[in-house]
């Protein structure tokens, strides 16, 4: 008998609709995308063709593993769709991402692509960016100090983010300081804030870079651009 689909699910079965022959597509990391990459990798045994670019070392490896054509980064100069999840949307369609560990790769697909389509499902949907996650910020393992005191100057409070009896690291290397901000401070001048910061490598708040939103709920999608 045939599972239903869940709501994550089922936005990764409206955006692989929204691939078509001939297309560079990006690879998003973390549950939502996964069910993209397996949806695409089936169609594609069904004739679709199209070449595929990852975000992260795992989704490259599940891309793979699922027979997916892959070209590497450095050998692109367009994409023509990012499709990803995040960890939070808010109204004015800014995300927070970054619960993973590859934000720079992340982001540089996301603003490279002709589109960026995000799916979640209505628990991501909230009022403002921080509300539910502090902020993720990657910094170069030298400098994680001098960012953070510059931070804490900036109002911020937190610290790095810790990995078993370790600290998290990035796929590049990068530690990640996770922060929360007054409330008050909306996500365009927060992003504009941390981008000014000399030895931030990376921060989870993507703005302006989303093309459209389809969100999970109900058994429906809805699609906001
Ligand atoms: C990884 C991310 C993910 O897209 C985000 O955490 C959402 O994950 P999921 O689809 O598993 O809910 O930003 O860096």
């Known amino acids: ?13 409206e955006a692989v609709n929204m691939i078509h022959d001939g297309m560079v597509v990006g690879l998003g ?7 993209f990459i397996n949806e695409l990798a089936r169609r594609c045994v069904e ?6 670019v990852a975000s992260s070392i795992i989704s490259s490896n599940r891309a793979q593993h699922m027979g997916l054509e892959i070209v590497s980064m ?14 939070e949307v808010s109204p004015s369609m800014a995300l927070l991402k970054g ?8 982001k540089l697909l996301a603003n490279a ?6 799916l979640v499902d209505n628990s991501k949907l909230v009022e403002r960016i921080g509300q539910n996650y502090p902020i993720p910020i990657e910094v170069a393992p030298f ?3 001098l960012v953070l005191a510059s931070l804490i100057k900036m109002g911020g409070k937190g610290g790095l983010r810790p990995n078993g009896d370790g600290l998290a690291v ?19 001048s927060l992003n504009d804030m941390l981008n000014s910061v000399p030895g931030v490598v990376e921060h989870g708040i993507f703005e302006q870079l989303a093309t459209a939103i389809l969100i999970g709920e109900n058994e429906q999608v809805t699609q906001i651009t």
Do not use: C
């Not at 796929?171 to 008050?184: A, I, Q």
């Open 170 to 188: 990035t796929s590049h290397g990068s530690l990640v300081l996770d922060m929360t901000f007054d409330p008050s401070i909306d996500s365009q």
């Open 47 to 52: 004739g679709l063709k199209i070449k595929t």
């Open 99 to 106: 619960r993973g560990s590859d934000l720079v790769r992340e």
């Open 113 to 118: 692509s002709n589109q960026f389509l995000v």
């Open 143 to 145: 400098s994680w100090e």
């Open 74 to 87: 450095e050998h692109l100069s367009h994409i023509d769709v990012y499709v990803d999840g995040a960890d």
């Open 1 to 13: 008998m045939t599972q239903p689909l869940n709501d994550k699910q089922r936005v990764a079965h």
């Open 29 to 35: 990391t973390g549950s939502t995308a996964n069910y």
